[in-house]
């Protein structure tokens, strides 16, 4: 998605951002659940023009959430003989070694309904005229001007990139948001600081919107921060190299697999001195981004031809709660058994795999006021009051 073309995303984002808000302040213990209805529900919405809300009568966040869990296994590099040894396709699935067409075989079912289930909705709302406009809508109807057979090849296309984006985008942005209220919990005068420019831009009687995102750069430096912090993806995704090429010397034969290292980049001295320290600062000159710092997202978003697609739209979702939170909410670190503070920075883990997340944890989230919480409630209209 081009920076431009993720714009007309924005109401979506802060409309679910909203209604994610009012869920944390009516049960802040599951605030982490929350964020996973968040941002799938926004990509489900973006992506088939479904409201997940109005349309309980089928689970599509379910069936999504089962299909990512399938690709979380599936993408483990060296989970399987076949990546090493190419000719093992070629073996029938009773054979020892064709785990792999087995496990396919299985999970085959439950990544086409997810493929198709969202999709299938869109062409009947569009057929019956009542389509929310959503990429799936926009892709039929430019294939309504196909034949026949380029409008099956090209329907067979737009399936499957649709359903890549909550695949790629889901876990990913939620790795992040999770570590954005580890970081709040564990410095407490980032918060401080945060919310204090909230406040003095935004004030005390309405929600942040993407129309302040310009004038609120200490959020900005801290969603930077966290990109940077923990880095979702730390090995990248392996790409393969095409041709015989050299890097510095050294020979890249033709089809290698090419692993970068976006966990050493980010934490690598010359750009981003005293690396294991979370500090928004570092990001800022004179009170305004300082665009001399290495921007995290040209890292950890990937590189190349394949680089994240979703990468705006995911710093978009992410600004959204993050600066609606920090408005209206106070996150403070869980306590110990003698009622101590425990610092989640120093406890909680990162999981190993291709994606890594934050292991579980827990966090104390309190509105900020009474005011802030009714500020929450007001700023829903009627029609997102079904929960
Ligand atoms: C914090 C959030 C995210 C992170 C850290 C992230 C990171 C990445 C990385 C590292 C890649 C591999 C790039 C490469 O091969 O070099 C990737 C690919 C991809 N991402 Fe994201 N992503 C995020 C959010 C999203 C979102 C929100 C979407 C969609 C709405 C998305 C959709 C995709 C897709 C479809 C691909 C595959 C692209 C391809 O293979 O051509 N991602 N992402």
């Not at 302040?25 to 023009?49: C, M, Q, W």
């Not at 876990?171 to 580890?182: E, M, N, P």
């Not at 020979?251 to 966990?263: E, F």
Request: aromatic share 10%; with cysteine.
């Amino acid at each position: 998605m081009h920076p431009n073309a993720v714009l007309r995303y924005r109401p979506i984002q802060e409309r679910e951002a909203c209604k994610y808000l009012l869920r944390v302040a009516e049960d802040p213990k599951n605030f982490l659940h929350h964020g996973r209805h968040f941002l799938g529900a926004t990509i489900i919405r973006v992506s088939y023009g479904i409201d997940v809300d109005k349309h309980k009568d089928t689970d599509y966040l379910g069936i999504a959430e089962a299909a990512l869990a399938i690709f979380s296994q599936a993408f483990l590099p060296g989970k399987y003989l076949v990546e090493s040894f190419p000719i093992l396709r070629y073996l029938p699935s009773f054979m020892p070694g064709a785990d792999f067409k087995r496990e396919a075989a299985k999970w085959y079912p439950v990544v086409r309904e997810m493929r198709d289930l969202p999709w299938e909705a869109a062409t009947t709302a569009l057929r019956e005229g009542n389509a929310t406009p959503s990429m799936a809508s926009g892709l039929l109807e430019r294939m309504s001007h196909l034949d026949e057979k380029a409008a099956a090849e090209q329907e067979e296309y737009s399936k499957n990139a649709i359903a890549s984006a909550y695949a790629g985008g889901a876990d990913t942005t939620l790795s992040t948001l999770q570590t954005f209220y580890i970081a709040m919990a564990s410095f407490p005068e980032v918060q401080k600081r945060a919310q204090a420019e909230l406040d003095a831009v935004v004030g005390p009687h309405r929600l942040p919107t993407f129309a302040d995102k310009h004038d609120l750069p200490y959020i900005a430096a801290i969603i930077k921060e966290c990109f940077r912090w923990r880095p979702v993806v730390p090995l990248g995704i392996v790409h393969s190299s095409l041709e015989e090429d050299e890097y510095n010397g050294y020979r890249i034969p033709a089809r290698s697999a090419v692993v970068s290292n976006p966990w050493a980049y980010v934490r690598d001295p010359n750009l981003y001195e005293d690396p294991e320290a979370f500090r928004p600062e570092r990001f800022l000159k004179d009170g305004k981004l300082d665009h001399n710092v290495q921007d995290p997202a040209a890292i950890v978003f990937g590189y190349g031809r394949r680089i994240c697609p979703g990468r705006h739209f995911a710093e978009g979702s992410i600004y959204a709660v993050v600066s609606g939170i920090l408005h209206t909410m106070s996150i403070e670190a869980p306590l110990d058994e003698h009622t101590q503070p425990i610092r989640l920075a120093d406890h909680v883990k990162m999981t190993h795999g291709v994606l890594s997340y934050p292991e579980p944890f827990d966090c104390i989230i309190k509105p900020r006021s009474p005011e802030a919480e009714m500020l929450i409630r007001t700023s829903l209209s009627e029609d997102v009051t079904t929960l």
